[in-house]
């Protein structure tokens, strides 16, 4: 099955993101672009972040991407995490991303996490 980035993440399952498969980043487009998704450090598409939904956020970066100001602004663990070590995507770049206490329950499942590590043969 063959689907581009943008069906896969319209249907909801940006959780994949987690697991490295995309490499996107937050970024502003021109005002005659469509508006790209934004990716979390935590690997979530912020078109599915409950808090995105919930409307008390209105957006993150990778941990790479993440400016001094948006770190105060927004006192995310994960985010203060990523830019600490210096990484783009947890999923990606850390090597506890399966184990992480800040991601395990919210927004990762236990058994999710767990299926992840047992592929990954961590």
Not at 9 to 34: H, P
Not at 68 to 79: D, F, I, Q, S
Not at 114 to 120: C, H, S
């Amino acid at each position: 099955m063959d689907v581009s980035r943008r069906q896969f993440l319209a249907k909801g399952a940006s959780v994949a993101a987690a697991a490295g498969v995309f490499g996107a980043t937050s970024v502003a487009c021109a005002k005659d672009e469509k508006p790209r998704a934004m990716v979390a450090a935590c690997g979530l598409s912020c078109m599915a972040c409950p808090l995105m939904k919930a409307g008390k956020c209105k957006g993150c970066a990778s941990g790479t991407e993440a400016s001094a100001e948006m770190l105060k602004m927004k006192p995310c663990p994960v985010l203060q995490c990523a830019a600490k070590k210096k990484i783009a995507y947890c999923g990606t770049g850390c090597k506890m991303f399966t184990t992480c206490a800040k991601l395990i329950g919210k927004p990762y499942d236990k058994t999710f996490m767990a299926m992840i590590e047992k592929r990954l043969g961590a």
